[in-house]
């Protein structure tokens, strides 16, 4: 009889999948483990008791099949058309780019909003602040010691510094812009020169756009408890633009928003990138990229059935050669169809022909409901994954009792089904 520990042992070593290869698709409800029981007592009630030996390369063989039957299966269910998360991976689309940029997120939940059309009127923008243009090259402010204080949404800053003779304007304003962006306080200075008259101003972006709440500006300044405030005399208290909300309309219905992306059931992002003057269309086409990794998926799973069924060293790999190439072979019209061929060894190839290669034409090959090739393939990895000891050499001890309406005394069999992991 089989040595389940050593089953067990070989298996949580060697065969049990990474955790982040482990795919949605394994997960099942109840009554799926207990069909899959009810099988497997069927399975044990109709077949004969066998004796063989259970070395440590048949459990590895075995279990491999069962394994890689499984993960066959589960490469297939994602490829299915009827509406499960496969082709539920769609991605998003925009007539114009430039416009509006739309993206799904990864965790989008199945229920995506329809096809919209969106008209920009206007994009958030954040708060600019210009002060003085003063001659570069002289000293506007008396030597000292000065503060510089600003207020950013609800946090207080304040910076110092001294001034000396020999300084200049343009040298103070770049060394307060240094200190501000050296701090990180969500505003960005900077100094922009006027080369024809030779004077330069200090210049304050917020990095937040949008008008913040209650406030009508994002930045502020109060002199009042400061002393020797620099403020007036660089004139960076002037706000050139104050901040505005995006305005835009949805399906000629009007919003607005703090941001230039928004958010749609919590499934689509939009980037609002510039105004329109006519609306443009935002829908959904399948994601080729992805539907192009999950077809590699799906054959890299088969042919790693074909590559066990060419183990010389058992004695029944030939039966699961010819099981597993039998469903290629009987569905070849299908399968070239949708652009995948058979090589000279049983492999499954993509073809080249990009015209040839379409989500339409995989989305009918794989949907459970029309597809004789899903049918048929889903049929014969549930056997193999049931019982891969059919593939192995054995001897027939005792046939059951088919006129019996109990399952034999060996049910549910040691070996039928093995560990089936996946089903949690």
């Known amino acids: 009889m089989v040595n389940l520990n050593n089953v067990y042992n070989y298996y949580s070593s060697t065969i049990l999948p990474p955790k982040g290869n482990q795919k949605s698709n394994s997960s099942h409800k109840k009554d799926d483990l207990k069909t899959l029981y009810q099988n497997i007592v ?3 009630k109709d077949s004969p008791l066998y004796k063989f030996t259970f070395s440590d390369q048949i459990q590895a063989y ?21 509406g499960n998360k496969g082709f539920a991976e769609m991605k998003a689309v925009s007539s114009n780019e430039k416009v509006a940029y739309a993206r799904l997120r990864e965790d989008a939940s199945e229920e995506l909003p329809e096809d919209l059309t969106i008209q920009v009127n206007s994009l958030a923008k954040g708060q600019t602040n210009v002060g003085y243009y003063l001659p570069s090259g002289e000293l506007s402010i008396p030597p000292g010691s000065y503060s510089f204080g600003i207020a950013v949404n609800d946090n207080e800053y304040t ?3 001294n001034i000396h003779d020999n300084d200049n304007n343009i040298g103070i304003q770049r060394n307060l812009a240094s200190a501000i962006n050296d701090n990180d306080i969500g505003v960005r200075a900077s100094v922009r020169s006027n080369r024809m008259d030779g004077t330069s101003a200090l210049v304050l972006r917020s990095d937040d756009v949008g008008k913040p709440e209650n406030k009508d500006l994002i930045f502020s300044f109060d002199e009042s408890y400061l002393e020797n405030d ?14 505005s909300d995006a305005e835009f309309y949805i399906n000629d219905n009007l919003h607005t928003a703090v941001s230039n992306r928004i958010s749609l059931n919590h499934s689509m992002d939009i980037d609002l990138l510039s105004t329109s003057e006519e609306p443009i269309h935002i829908g959904y086409v399948p994601d080729e990229e992805k539907l192009s990794d999950k077809i590699s998926d799906f054959l890299n799973s088969y ?3 074909v590559d066990l069924s060419q183990n010389e060293d058992q004695k029944g790999a ?5 099981d597993i190439t039998g469903v290629a072979n009987r569905h070849k019209e299908e399968l070239n169809a949708a652009g995948i061929n058979i090589d000279e060894e049983g492999h499954l190839v993509r073809t080249d022909d990009d015209e040839i290669f379409s989500s339409t034409r995989i989305q009918t090959l794989f949907n459970e409901k ?9 049929k014969t990895t549930g056997k193999m994954s049931l019982n891969p000891i059919d593939y192995i050499d054995k001897v027939v001890v005792t046939y059951p009792n088919t006129g019996s309406t109990y399952p034999n005394p060996y049910n549910p ?3 039928s089904g093995l560990l089936f992991n996946d089903y949690r």
């Not at 620099?230 to 901040?243: D, M």
């Not at 030939?318 to 010819?322: H, S, T, V």
């Not at 029309?370 to 889903?378: A, E, G, N, Y």
């Open 42 to 44: 069927k399975q044990n």
């Open 62 to 82: 075995a279990i491999g099949i069962k394994e890689a039957a499984m993960a066959l299966e589960a490469e297939s269910d994602s490829l299915s058309g009827d």
């Open 159 to 161: 910076f110092h510094m």
């Open 230 to 243: 620099i403020t007036s005399a660089l004139g960076v208290e002037q706000v050139e633009t104050p901040p």
């Open 303 to 305: 042919n790693a059935l």
């Open 318 to 322: 030939g039966k699961l050669f010819r």
């Open 370 to 378: 029309i597809s004789d090739f899903k049918k048929d393939l889903d």
């Open 413 to 415: 069999s040691k070996y």
